[in-house]
């Protein structure tokens, strides 16, 4: 407990001798001189404490331009220097002409509302300083009532004490509500004034602090005592007229010149009304709240969901997005020319650094104002069609398979249990399995994937970036036919890019306290080897073959090797593709069909996709050096053997690709040893069976 100061000792002083008139007023309200016998004593919780306040945060992109603000209040904290002297000036005519010399309290205040709360019969008028204001807003709170108003008279006098009045004044001025959702002056400046300017984002800009004329500082300072009621926007008369006693006030205390008030009294209010809330203008600020509040990776924010909310929306952060803005504008680009057709079609695009995760640009569909549904993030995303393909080679090479075992590609295809599929086009016939991936062959890979297993073929996509699907073991599970996000598999192509390394998708680079003090830094966040080098390094090889002379010649790009995968679903409603370039540059994902249905017309992946990639990867990679792929590695050099339904089997019988499109029969399989064993059925291969439209995951 304080004991009473100086300054407590004069309010005692003033109201027992000097102020009996205020101590009689103060007496007609009380029940009893105890509660004044009480408040000499006070205890000064929270005096040099005073509540935190909630502040806005704000988010940058890769270069450090903002692209947005999240909070529950509109502030900024800013230090009274920043402030304008004018700014400040206008505020205390208006608030508390004798700031720089009261203790923290107005006798003559007190005297006003004590005579007029006397003949009211309640406290119905404060004569509040702005050290009582602070008081009130910080450490007490609105209610009317004498014990509160002599509690806030004791405190205003002991926060005097302990701090100086640039110190209380630069705490009000960010405390204090201007109304129209901003808190503080920065924020109010910021928010009130907005500005045309057909250069700016939106054709228009807001006023800096600094940078707003001797009206708006009087306008600002008359909305004080009631922001609302004098809003600008809403009743324009009533802020005309707090404007003019502002200026007159400061007229009167010397600040400014009757010709400057008047001219100032001739301005223009505002016309362009701000936004009432912080909530996400754009998709890139959406997906950055959504992952701050609920990645772990994040977790140096917050335990919880909760905390991690609290510390985003009221905490004052500095995020920092991942986005690249020129290959943000090159995304958009991509989807609006190569796209966009034909009417109501769209896509996403996702591209990631496979060295730290990090997303460098992000298209979700028709753009953020027409649907803040992000096709690209969000679940269930859409059927990725033969891209997933990519996931059953990384779990065959890594169970030993190799890019020269044959396997049979007739079409079409049945087995057992699991039903049956369809080439998407013509071709058949045994054949390595380096050649059905360069030709996207349904068949082959639905026998590879029953040979490798399920639980192989679903941890593997797991540990590669599929995470938001429940992935069940169905024949078509590796022609895409489970929706994935096109984030979850430009996260595998970056997996495969890094020879095998899977980083987690990083939206925010960097987090920055108020203080300064770095919270979270993406440099800290380490990758984790969930398959092979040597897998990854083959399959690359594998995926080279794609665009070199595959289904992805349309993803070849200038001067410059890349690995690459199509996808094509029933109907030709998805059009996919995925890309690579060597020395893990970049990696990208491109979904192109309709965001509201599945409706024909999005071709196949190599004529649409692939294309598209071609041109986001050429102008992302512009001025950048052509680095090598890995060198194909063991894993590619192993002997072939033959791919079976039931198993790799060793090729004892001396098999050979056939010829052309005319299927081929695997013989009976030979009395070896199964290579990895299984527990699925036997089948006898090839089959031939009716043709059907379970075709999924064509080129």
Avoid at 20 to 29: E, F, H, K, T, V
Avoid at 296 to 314: C, F, I
Avoid at 672 to 679: A, K, L, M, S
């Amino acid at each position: 407990m304080l004991r009473p100061g100086p300054a407590a000792t004069r309010l005692v002083t003033t109201i027992v001798i000097g102020g009996i008139a205020i101590g009689a007023c103060l007496a007609a309200l009380l029940p009893g001189t105890a509660v004044f016998a009480k408040s000499y004593a006070y205890q000064s919780n929270g005096v040099g404490q005073l509540r935190a306040l909630a502040q806005r945060s704000t988010v940058y992109d890769a270069s450090g331009n903002q692209i947005g603000q999240l909070g529950t209040q509109n502030r900024e904290d800013v230090h009274l220097a920043e402030v304008p002297v004018q700014l400040q000036n206008a505020v205390i005519a208006v608030e508390d002409k004798t700031f720089w010399t009261n203790d923290g309290i107005d006798l003559n205040g007190v005297f006003r509302a004590a005579v007029r709360n006397v003949s009211s019969g309640q406290v119905v008028q404060g004569g509040s300083t702005i050290t009582q204001q602070l008081v009130k807003e910080r450490i007490l709170n609105s209610k009317r009532d004498v014990n509160r108003k002599v509690k806030e008279i004791i405190l205003a006098l002991r926060l005097a004490q302990k701090y100086s009045k640039r110190q209380i004044l630069e705490e009000y001025l960010n405390t204090v509500y201007f109304g129209q959702g901003s808190y503080g002056v920065k924020a109010a400046v910021e928010r009130l004034f907005i500005q045309h300017d057909p250069s700016a984002p939106f054709g228009v800009r807001t006023t800096q602090l600094g940078k707003e004329t001797l009206g708006e500082d009087a306008m600002l300072a008359g909305l004080i005592n009631n922001p609302e009621g004098n809003n600008p926007f809403t009743n324009p008369s009533g802020a005309r007229i707090r404007r003019h006693v502002a200026l007159q006030r400061m007229v009167t205390e010397h600040y400014i010149t009757p010709a400057q008030a008047a001219a100032a009294d001739q301005e223009p209010l505002p016309t362009i009304k701000p936004a009432t809330d912080l909530r996400p203008t754009n998709a890139w600020v959406a997906e950055v709240q959504l992952r701050l509040f609920t990645d772990p990776v994040y977790a140096a924010l917050g335990k919880t969901q909760a905390e991690r909310r609290n510390a985003v929306l009221k905490g004052g952060l500095k995020i920092f997005a991942t986005e690249d803005p020129g290959m943000q504008n090159l995304a958009q680009n991509v989807v609006n020319n190569d796209l966009s057709s034909p009417a109501g079609f769209t896509g996403s695009l996702v591209a990631i650094d496979p060295k730290t995760g990090e997303v460098k640009a992000m298209v979700g569909g028709p753009g953020f104002l027409q649907s803040q549904f992000n096709i690209a993030t969000l679940y269930p995303g859409r059927q990725a069609g033969s891209t997933w393909k990519v996931i059953t080679l990384a779990a065959a090479l890594e169970s030993g398979f190799s890019p020269n075992d044959l396997v049979d590609g007739t079409s079409p295809c049945a087995f057992p249990v699991w039903g049956q599929t369809q080439n998407a086009e013509g071709g058949g016939g045994v054949m390595p399995l380096r050649a059905a991936t360069a030709g996207s062959v349904n068949c082959a890979f639905a026998r590879t994937e029953l040979a490798v297993g399920f639980p192989k073929v679903i941890d593997t996509a797991h540990k590669m970036g599929i995470t938001q699907q429940t992935l069940k073991p169905i024949l078509t599970l590796t022609l895409g036919t489970i929706e994935s996000t096109a984030l979850e598999m430009a996260t595998v192509a970056s997996t495969i890019a890094d020879e095998g390394v899977h980083h987690p998708p990083l939206f925010v680079s960097r987090i920055v306290g108020p203080d300064g003090q770095i919270i979270f830094d993406a440099k800290n966040v380490q990758g984790q080897q969930v398959i092979s080098k040597d897998t990854a390094d083959c399959e690359t090889d594998l995926l080279h073959g794609v665009i070199t002379g595959g289904t992805g010649t349309g993803a070849a790009l200038n001067g410059r090797d890349a690995a690459g995968k199509t996808g094509t679903t029933d109907n030709l409603t998805d059009a996919n593709f995925l890309e690579f370039t060597g020395g893990a540059q970049l990696a990208d994902f491109i979904w192109h069909g309709n965001p509201l249905a599945k409706v024909p017309g999005a071709g196949f992946g190599g004529a649409t996709a692939a294309p598209a990639s071609r041109d986001f990867m050429n102008g992302a990679l512009q001025g950048q050096p052509a680095l090598p792929l890995p060198d194909p590695g063991p894993a590619c050099a192993r002997p072939g053997g033959v791919i079976t339904p039931i198993g790799r089997l060793a090729n004892t019988q001396g098999l050979v690709p056939g010829g052309g499109t005319t299927p081929q029969t695997v013989g009976p399989p030979p009395t070896v040893v199964i290579e990895p064993p299984t527990t699925q059925p036997p089948v006898t291969i090839p089959v031939t069976t009716p043709p059907t439209t379970a075709k999924q995951g064509g080129p």
